[in-house]
């Protein structure tokens, strides 16, 4: 008998753990000390009205599904038509036109820490395109999902904005591209200084199955034509959904919301 069979067995895991599920999304810092994303929230940063946060089922959840993704820095672009000049907190030279613009001392950090061959290819923060007023805006970030996954990139959902410009959404396969998380916005203001401020989100990101995705996914949809073509179960939920709240006496407020709760955290737990 060796030393190896008097040992004490080893303690058996807890039958209830489960192996630590990798992130479905990870943020990869690039810039320091740049506002990292954080997860959206049903208030929608605290812009909804209270009864909608209270009651509102479908407003709430399409607020919190994603991620705040922030601006890198505080900048302001003007735009006169067709050139744009821009400044950031701190600037001491004024304005500056607008073609691609660097993080204040960002290349030589990012040389300083890449390997060799990706020297002198740091993303800049701001460039203007071709097209008039458009303009691409890299947070600092790089994001990656896990096989299967890509991510929307738009307008962060149901915070107003200062006018003056909009963001294009798109959707990026970031299970394979591992670049720079950026947006491109289309400015619609002119001669009007546009103030991009880092305590509010500048876009909001949401993981989507790609398989929702493809093409025969997206053609696989029904149509039923005419109102005579519902069928006796499509009444009854039509009236549990539209009728029976109105006719039941001391009807209580937000059912909808209170059942989605529930729903959601059975299928949590």
């Known amino acids: 008998m060796t030393d190896d ?13 489960a192996p630590a599920r990798a992130p479905r999304v990870s943020f990869y810092r690039m810039i320091p000390d740049i506002r990292l994303p954080q997860r959206a929230d049903r208030s929608a940063a605290g812009s909804l009205p209270t009864r909608a946060f209270r009651y509102c089922e479908p407003v709430t959840s399409a607020s919190a599904y994603g991620y705040y993704v922030f601006s890198p820095l505080n900048f302001t672009l003007v735009w006169d038509g067709h050139d744009i000049q821009w400044t950031y907190e701190g600037n001491e030279h004024g304005w500056m036109p607008l073609t691609r613009a660097q993080y204040p001392y960002f290349p030589a950090y990012f040389n300083e820490r890449v390997p060799e061959e990706i020297r002198d290819f740091s993303p800049p923060i701001l460039a203007s395109l071709q097209e008039p007023g458009l303009v691409n805006i890299w947070s600092g970030l790089i994001a990656r999902t896990i096989p299967g996954w890509s991510l929307l990139v738009r307008p962060p959902a149901n915070i107003p904005r200062r006018g003056g410009y909009e963001l294009f959404e798109g959707i990026i396969e970031t299970d394979r591209w591992f670049g720079p998380l950026l947006t491109n ?7 009007t200084p546009i103030e991009f401020n880092n305590e509010l989100p500048l876009f909001q990101v949401q993981p989507v199955p790609r398989e929702a995705l493809e093409e025969a996914s997206l053609n696989n949809f029904g149509i039923v034509r005419d109102i005579e073509e519902l069928q006796p179960e499509d009444w009854d939920d039509f009236y549990d959904t539209v009728v029976r709240p109105n006719v039941t006496v001391n009807r209580p407020r937000g059912e909808y919301a209170a059942a989605a709760r529930r729903r959601r955290k059975g299928e949590e737990g």
């Open 5 to 17: 069979d008097t040992a004490s067995p080893r303690p058996a895991a807890p039958a209830s753990a």
């Open 185 to 191: 916005i289309r400015l619609t203001k002119t001669d």
